[in-house]
């Protein structure tokens, strides 16, 4: 799947920001960071994980995103 740079891909990426350091977050801690419903970030989630993003977890337990390996792309 390629970014297409629409507004709400914009938005799920910044997901990517709070999850950089590899810490684990629920949908709710993010949520709240970023002042959308839990709903939404499961969206998000699905979305980048669809986009090929190294994210981990799911819905009810939290989510971290996993580093890259060198050379690797998204």
């Not at 910044?14 to 590899?22: E, F, I, P, R, Y």
């Not at 839990?38 to 998000?44: E, W």
């Amino acid at each position: 799947m390629r970014w297409t740079d629409s507004p709400a891909e914009d938005r799920a990426r910044s997901v990517l920001d709070l999850l950089a350091d590899g810490t684990v977050r629920t949908a709710d801690t993010l949520a709240s960071s970023l002042a959308v419903s839990v709903r939404t970030i499961y969206r998000y989630m699905n979305l980048l994980q669809a986009a090929g993003e190294p994210i981990k977890g799911e819905a009810g337990v939290g989510y971290m995103l996993m580093r890259r390996r060198v050379g690797e792309q998204s």
